[in-house]
């Protein structure tokens, strides 16, 4: 049999809409694997947030970030980190604004602000064990940031 490399997604594939990993997920992954198949993960989370995920399947291959943070085998293979300038420029409009804004790196997450409901609603829902980033406005500056998050309304 040919091998094969195979993406699933975390969403509503390898997690159910209760953000839990079935049996028969992670049956049906352990069978790819013992196929001699790759599986990877492909989401637009961080990889922090689906660390948990990928040790209990034993997943060493994702795409992160919508493709702005690629490991194959452990290994980074491709960054592309938002661009520092424009991302001052974003922190500077949010705050002008009063607009909360959440930094992520590959490790972690923090926001300009100590809290706030948007935030706290959006994090929320995917159920990683916090619901708000811990305050830090500054933690864009010296690291490189693959996605941030600017909270306003219309």
Known sequence: MERKIIFFDIDGTL???DKKLPASTKKAVQLLKEQGHEVAIATGRAPFMFKDLREELDIQTYISFNGQYIVLNGEVLYKNPLNKEELQDLTAFAVEHDHPVVYMDHEDMKSNIEFHDYIESSI???KIGFTHPHHD???FKG???YQSLLFCTA
């Open 15 to 17: 997690l159910d809409h």
């Open 137 to 139: 406005p500054t933690y």
């Open 124 to 126: 929320s829902t995917l």
């Open 143 to 145: 690291r490189e940031i």
